[in-house]
């Protein structure tokens, strides 16, 4: 197995991870619960992305994508700070308050957000999203302060169209339906939300008996995601999950009868112990049952979590990376000859089952996140210029709910990006697709620095695509079905290429050459 794959499929925490790098450029593979603040994580917030001449948004509560692992560089383009007070307008710290009037901003291209629900029954073995195990959860409460927050940042951003939704956690399925419908309702009033907008709930087998399903079906959701992690009920303990390889496939097959091609199912891979045959056993038994979307998730070992400190005291063995890449290939290989595309490092789908939301997020879209620990990026109203922000909620429940009650919102971090670490994020989010970065999507961001510019002469770069890895043609830059399997060994000759270009481009000539 090459050696260069280097997990960029990894799942954190049990979910999937946040798509997007940090505001230094870093391209950081620690998934949904990056403590990166400018990052987004959709383990707990509302999303929404935006349009070009009418701006527009998804919605979301939810985790995040996972996104690949690359260096950690020195130098911070940007003015990312530590953690404080909320910022206000200016950028400073401090409350912000709706815009009155304010400027809509320039045309963007659509992007989505996220929100979360921070509960959970209990807290599973290698997860450290932000989420709650609650003695007694005021509902009506937190289904007020989710409306109000929603409504302010929608006005904040001026999007006027929400494509997608996503409601994510914690466990957004213990929520009531009466929730989501609520929630629905509130961005409905605020932008238009067409009908057939995808909304998405992140699903658990034991808080969704059929009955439940259908009840959300009627609030508004038209799309599941099931946390379903494995089909071995000795790895399933071992998760700390709280059901049953039965109870999964019961669930799924509840949630295809209800929402025929519109189920996704979480399988991971790289657990302790874990051996290659078994889990494509159990990949091949999960392709009998399962609808049109899978994905796949490799587990991340998470300081803080029991998981973690039971392989660091030797009660479990360390999960074995050449493993874990090897599962990935052979898994990848098998759906597709089970004629799955896969459209994203993790992602595997067919008959045009593609989640609309999270390609969004590979496509660098601005979003809202709503709700406690959630991060969303847009362009606020009458900020000066267009200058794209980076934002987390408030992480604790009660404190994000007292802030939404005082201010309308619990934004407790703004973060400004910079244009360098924006076309960081084009090349390596894009790059997670089948379909690359286009000519026309990198001139949205870089108007003047083509893609030929920046990797055309490199010799790096034409080593990559000698060996057949990259490809650089009339259509943009992309992966090959090799190349996709170990994308952080091609961004860490990428990255510093960018950047490298960006800072000559940028840089004022010097007298006498």
């Not at 993790?346 to 620990?373: D, E, I, K, M």
């Not at 650089?472 to 992309?478: Q, S």
Request: aromatic share 6%.
């Amino acid at each position: 197995m090459d050696r260069r794959l280097r997990r960029a499929h990894q799942c954190p925490a049990g979910g999937a991870a946040d798509p997007r790098p940090g505001p230094s450029g870093r391209v950081d593979g620690r998934g949904a619960r990056s403590r990166s603040p400018s990052s987004f994580r959709p383990g707990g917030a509302l999303g929404l992305p935006v349009h070009s001449l009418a701006p527009r948004a998804r919605l979301g509560l939810g985790r995040c994508l996972v996104r690949p692992v690359a260096p950690r560089r020195s130098g911070r383009h940007g003015a990312a700070r530590g953690p404080g007070p909320r910022l206000g307008g200016s950028g400073q710290d401090g409350p912000e308050a709706p815009p009155r009037g304010g400027r809509i901003p320039e045309p963007c291209t659509p992007e989505p957000a996220r929100g979360a629900w921070p509960y959970c029954e209990k807290r599973c073995s290698y997860c450290n999203f932000n989420k709650y195990i609650p003695r007694g959860v005021e509902e009506a409460a937190m289904r007020s302060c989710l409306v109000t927050e929603a409504q302010t940042l929608l006005q904040l951003s001026g999007v006027r169209r929400v494509d997608s939704v996503f409601f994510g956690g914690g466990t957004p399925s213990l929520a009531s339906p009466h929730t989501v419908a609520a929630v629905l309702e509130a961005v409905a009033q605020a932008a238009h939300l067409p009908a057939d907008s995808e909304v998405t709930l992140e699903v658990n087998p034991t808080s969704a008996p059929g009955s439940r399903l259908a009840a959300f079906g009627t609030a508004g959701v038209n799309r599941l995601s099931i946390g379903l992690q494995s089909l071995d009920d000795t790895e399933l303990r071992l998760l700390g999950r709280t059901h049953s390889a039965n109870d999964a496939l019961r669930t799924l097959a509840e949630a295809r009868h209800l929402f025929p091609g519109r189920v996704s199912v979480d399988l991971m891979l790289g657990l302790p112990a874990q051996q290659v045959g078994p889990w494509l056993g159990q990949l091949q038994e999960l392709l009998r049952h399962c609808d049109d979307h899978i994905s796949l998730y490799q587990l991340s070992l998470e300081r803080g979590t029991a998981l973690f400190t039971q392989v660091q005291q030797g009660a479990l063995p360390a999960p074995d990376p050449e493993l874990a890449a090897e599962m990935y290939q052979e898994g990848r290989a098998v759906l597709r000859e089970a004629g799955f595309r896969q459209y994203e490092v993790s992602n595997f789908a067919r008959n045009g089952a593609l989640s609309t939301h999270n390609w969004t997020y590979w496509q660098c879209g601005q979003y809202l996140g709503v709700g406690p620990g959630a991060h969303g990026r847009f362009m606020p109203q009458g900020v000066g210029g267009h200058i794209q922000e980076a934002r987390i909620q408030t992480l604790e429940p009660d404190n994000w709910m007292k802030e939404v009650m005082l201010f309308g919102h619990g934004t407790r971090k703004r973060v400004p990006l910079g244009e360098l670490e924006l076309l960081e994020e084009v090349l390596a989010m894009g790059l997670r697709t089948d379909l690359g970065i286009t000519h026309q999507h990198w001139q949205q961001f870089e108007p003047q620095l083509t893609l030929w510019d920046v990797f055309g002469a490199s010799t790096e770069v034409k080593v990559l695509l000698a060996q057949g890895l990259l490809l650089l043609d009339h259509r943009g830059l992309r992966c090959s079905w090799e190349g996709l399997a170990v994308l952080d060994s091609l961004l860490l000759t990428l990255l510093p290429r960018l950047q490298e270009s960006w800072l000559q481009s940028t840089s004022s000539p010097v007298p006498g050459g």
